[in-house]
């Protein structure tokens, strides 16, 4: 019987159900196919000592804490990190808040109050490049002496160059980051090993899309989000369903030129979606933003727009 999927954040004992976890350490933001190397060896080392195996990661990003705002556009925030770590398989993920008294403490700090003695971790595993403690003062070779003093087994992975969908010389977040702000959902998703995706509330619009003829489900996206603005093949996961749609991002410059939304059409829904949290992942860029002359042109692109996502997600 699977264990049920749990998130705690800065747990001062083990969660329930993960005590004596073994944990992949790190940032993870993307959660992308380096990632899963990381994750792999934690999740077979604790099929070995028969242990529910751990995301432990940490909150805020770094970036953001040491610019003393957000700056990092995001590719998994908390929410969406935790749905990935679950469909990778993992037991949990634990959340440590990070800020500037976390990032201060020393290096032995994190191995013994935190590792061993709150969150009793029976193993950790961590990639080649994983540092820690104040001035980065800790490493793979000081976690591995760590773990032979606190009886505690650690595994550094090394730098992992292929995997089953060939090279990983360009994966990373930097680069997954940069191919969305150019608009490349596809590359990003070659490089995740899975769809960008975001997850979010519906929230009420102006209604307009209704009137065009192409209702809208509407999210507000983190201001740190720097996804292209323009239009995308998508879908959309709501209560469990995934359904295929068109959406665009931006600031629809024909109407208002107003702040950022994510504005998600439906394909064959009629349903009250206000409220609901859905997540929607992005499988092709069809085109920028555009501001056009008239309704007349927006309605006959918008309908060019919705086969073209046909096409694209009839064929992923």
Same mark, same amino acid.
């Given at each position: 019987?699977s264990?049920p999927?749990?998130?705690?954040h800065?747990?001062?004992?083990?969660p329930p159900?993960l005590?004596?976890? &073994?944990?992949?350490?790190? +940032?993870?933001?993307?959660?992308?196919?380096?990632?899963?190397? &990381?994750?792999a060896?934690?999740?077979?080392?604790?099929?070995k000592?028969?242990?529910?195996?751990?995301l432990?990661?940490?909150?805020?990003?770094?970036?953001?804490?040491?610019?003393?705002?957000?700056?990092? !556009?995001?590719?998994?925030?908390?929410?969406a990190?935790?749905a990935?770590?679950?469909?990778?398989g993992?037991?949990g993920?634990?959340v440590?808040?990070?800020?500037?008294e976390?990032?201060?403490?020393p290096a032995?700090?994190?191995?013994?109050?935190?590792?061993?003695?709150?969150l009793g971790?029976?193993?950790?595993v961590?990639?080649?490049?994983?540092?820690?403690?104040?001035?980065?003062?800790?490493?793979?070779?000081?976690?591995?002496?760590?773990?032979?003093?606190?009886?505690?087994?650690?595994?550094?992975?090394d730098r992992i160059t292929?995997d089953?969908?060939g090279?990983?010389e360009? &994966?990373?977040?930097?680069?997954t980051r940069?191919?969305?702000?150019?608009?490349?959902a596809a590359l990003?998703?070659?490089l995740?090993?899975?769809?960008?995706?975001?997850r979010?509330?519906v929230?009420?619009?102006?209604?307009?899309?209704?009137?065009?003829? !192409?209702?809208?489900?509407?999210?507000?996206?983190d201001?740190?989000n720097?996804?292209?603005?323009?239009?995308?093949?998508?879908?959309?996961?709501?209560?469990?369903?995934?359904?295929a749609?068109v959406?665009s991002f931006g600031?629809?410059?024909? !109407?208002?030129?107003?702040?950022?939304l994510?504005e998600?059409?439906v394909f064959?829904f009629?349903?009250?979606l206000?409220g609901?949290e859905?997540e929607?992942?992005?499988y092709?860029?069809?085109?920028?933003?555009?501001?056009?002359? +008239?309704?007349?042109?927006?309605?006959?692109?918008?309908?060019?727009?919705t086969?073209?996502?046909?096409?694209i997600l009839?064929?992923?």
């Amino acid at each position: 019987m699977s264990r049920p999927f749990t998130v705690a954040h800065d747990p001062q004992a083990p969660p329930p159900g993960l005590e004596g976890a &073994v944990a992949a350490l790190g +940032n993870f933001d993307g959660l992308h196919r380096g990632h899963r190397g &990381v994750i792999a060896r934690a999740q077979a080392l604790a099929r070995k000592l028969a242990r529910p195996c751990v995301l432990l990661t940490f909150e805020p990003h770094p970036a953001d804490v040491f610019a003393g705002r957000s700056v990092i !556009f995001r590719l998994t925030p908390p929410d969406a990190k935790a749905a990935q770590a679950a469909r990778l398989g993992l037991d949990g993920m634990i959340v440590l808040t990070f800020d500037k008294e976390f990032a201060q403490s020393p290096a032995r700090v994190f191995t013994e109050d935190i590792l061993h003695k709150r969150l009793g971790l029976a193993a950790v595993v961590a990639g080649y490049d994983f540092r820690f403690g104040a001035g980065r003062e800790g490493g793979p070779e000081f976690l591995v002496s760590e773990g032979a003093r606190l009886g505690m087994i650690v595994e550094i992975v090394d730098r992992i160059t292929k995997d089953e969908e060939g090279s990983l010389e360009a &994966v990373s977040s930097t680069a997954t980051r940069e191919a969305l702000e150019r608009g490349d959902a596809a590359l990003a998703r070659r490089l995740l090993g899975h769809p960008y995706f975001v997850r979010g509330l519906v929230i009420h619009g102006d209604k307009r899309g209704r009137l065009l003829g !192409f209702p809208t489900a509407n999210i507000a996206l983190d201001p740190a989000n720097r996804l292209r603005h323009g239009v995308y093949a998508v879908t959309i996961e709501i209560d469990g369903a995934t359904l295929a749609g068109v959406a665009s991002f931006g600031r629809r410059p024909t !109407f208002d030129n107003g702040a950022p939304l994510l504005e998600v059409f439906v394909f064959d829904f009629d349903g009250d979606l206000y409220g609901k949290e859905v997540e929607v992942a992005f499988y092709g860029f069809l085109r920028g933003e555009e501001k056009f002359d +008239n309704i007349d042109a927006l309605i006959a692109r918008m309908h060019e727009d919705t086969a073209k996502a046909r096409e694209i997600l009839s064929a992923r």
